[in-house]
């Protein structure tokens, strides 16, 4: 695997990714060849979006909350209401996945690494007509987008088969890259499957500053914690035991997705059924921004229904503010 020549360009790919997604075809980065810096858009803090798509959870006991209609919720920004203009309650529908893997050293103990591919495999497996696959890394003071979202299972099977561990681990600087990742997917239903042993022995980035960029990200992340423990477990001085684990469950949590430690090949098969079963269950609201400030907003769902359903949802996205009030939706689904 060769990684020194690609490095930058490839670099400068994942942090511009939701750009390139809108770019013309000529522009577009051929997967595993580096692309010149200077050429790539830039990606700052008043990036725009033009529409938002809020995948949301409704669990209901031990299970999940089916048959409901655009009726059900209520979609507030800032604390106002907004208008959902369209809504995918389909479990058939079609998904973007994307993998980000730790490629650190550390991952080549305990059959971490080859944990990591059968979750991968897992969902290749089961792949249905139009979802999409993207795989993205990390180790050695580089993120890397392998494969660009693609419908080609083997290209991303023959990446994943291809995984080496090497380097250190930079998790902090990974996990704040999630946002530039996230809105390059072509189907309402996705998410970011991370996995990771935890181990941060080299990040830029503290944890404070990785929390705060974690607000940003526009999809839900999912994150298999290989051996990363309870992120509430505190020690009898009242110190957290799993450190890293309270940030990537706050990540999870932020982003409307799961934080699942994985302790044995038991576990790692309930999550990623479980991550499945939550993607193809997702209710995808959506709604366009008009003018005014990029900035950051609060987005909170509410289900109708007796109070006792659990509701899972991004907190909040990146943008101007939205486009039209309660009451003037569209008719498409």
Known sequence: MTRCACSRGARALLLAAPLLAALPAPYAPIAGQGTPEEALPSFGETFSVGYVLVPVIVRAGSGYARGLDRGDFRLEVDGRRVAIESF???????????????????????????????????????????????????????????????????????????????GTTALHDAVAKVPEISAAGNNAKRFILLVTDGLDNASRIPPAEARRLVRKAQLPVYVLGLRTGNPYEVSPEGKKV???????????????????????????KDAVAAIEDDLRHQYVLGFSTGDGRSRFRDLKVAVAGDGRRAVAFRRGY????????????????
């Open 242 to 268: 799993y450190r890293y684990a309270d940030v990537l469950n706050l990540l999870a949590h932020m982003t409307g997705g799961r934080y699942l430690p994985i302790d044995g090949l038991d576990d790692l």
């Open 318 to 333: 990146t943008g101007p503010p939205p486009s039209r009030p309660p009451g003037n939706t569209s008719s498409g689904g």
């Open 88 to 166: 995918e309650p389909r479990a058939e529908a079609p998904a973007s996945l994307v993998f980000l893997q730790d490629l650190s050293g550390s991952m080549e103990n305990a059959g971490k690494l080859e944990a990591s591919r059968e979750a991968v495999r897992y969902f290749l497996e089961r792949a249905k007509p139009g979802d999409e696959f993207a795989v993205a890394s990390f180790a050695g003071g580089e993120e890397r987008i392998e494969v660009p979202f693609t419908g080609d299972v083997a290209t991303v099977r023959q990446a994943v088969d291809a995984w080496e561990a090497y």
